[in-house]
T-cell receptor
Framework: DAGVTQSPTHLIKTRGQHVTLRCSPI?????VSWYQQVLGQGPQFIFQ???????GRGNFPDRFSARQFPNYSSELNVNALLLGDSALYLC?????????????FGQGTRLTVV | QKEVEQNSGPLSVPEGAIASLNCTYS??????FFWYRQYSGKSPELIMS????GDKEDGRFTAQLNKASQYVSLLIRDSQPSDSATYLC???????????FGKGTLLTVNP
């Protein structure tokens, strides 16, 4: 079975631009979460979606948005990019959200803002 | 107080030794606990999950949980150079869907 797939793997954008990152969860998994990981830190929670509804949002500005599609894939959008948005963006797939469920990460998208 | 704390390391052990990685958390409502391994430049890989007090063993890995002390640990027996990575501790409250991660502990296993 395919694992969690993310695209693109690497991306370079200019300040002020917009970016869309994509994620396909493990087959049968209905929950997708997005995390941001900057160098030297653990991943920070951005969003969780389950059955196409937002179930949780981390402490990120409104420039960050996401959605989940009927096939459970997901997009993370970031507007008005700042240099500080440079990070590894991780998508995590799980059967359902909450207690007792394991989350599996994709390979990530390395975003560099110049 | 940080929500999830780990010693950043580096923790250096010789090949064949036991590596002990520790994690403390502040939210007493936390119910699910996970250890992820992250190689440099790669994404986190789930290696252990634990939900009840006590020990859970999987091959060379043993996770230990003590909810009263708000402490979770990971033991790696017969450490190999391929175990050299950053180990991330993550906790989940249950009602709060997010995983909260520590900063990770860098483990180096020396041949």
């Amino acid at each position: 079975d395919a694992g969690v797939t993310q695209s693109p793997t690497h991306l370079i954008k200019t300040r002020g631009q917009h970016v869309t990152l994509r994620c396909s969860p493990i087959s049968g998994h209905k929950s997708v979460s997005w995390y941001q990981q900057v160098l030297g830190q653990g991943p920070q929670f951005i969003f969780q979606y389950y059955e196409k509804e937002e179930r949780g949002r981390g402490n990120f500005p409104d420039r960050f948005s996401a959605r989940q599609f009927p096939n459970y894939s997901s997009e993370l959008n970031v507007n008005a990019l700042l240099l500080g948005d440079s990070a590894l963006y991780l998508c995590a797939s799980s059967l359902f959200p909450g207690e007792g469920t394991e989350a599996f990460f994709g390979q990530g998208t390395r975003l560099t803002v110049v | 107080q940080k929500e999830v704390e780990q010693n950043s390391g580096p923790l250096s052990v010789p090949e064949g030794a036991i590596a002990s990685l520790n994690c403390t958390y502040s939210d007493r409502g936390s119910q699910s606990f996970f250890w992820y391994r992250q190689y440099s430049g790669k994404s986190p890989e789930l290696i252990m999950s634990i939900y009840s007090n006590g020990d859970k063993e999987d091959g060379r890995f043993t996770a230990q949980l003590n909810k009263a002390s708000q402490y979770v640990s990971l033991l790696i027996r017969d450490s190999q150079p391929s175990d050299s990575a950053t180990y991330l501790c993550a906790v989940n409250r249950g009602s709060n869907y997010k995983l909260t991660f520590g900063k990770g502990t860098l483990l180096t296993v020396n041949p």
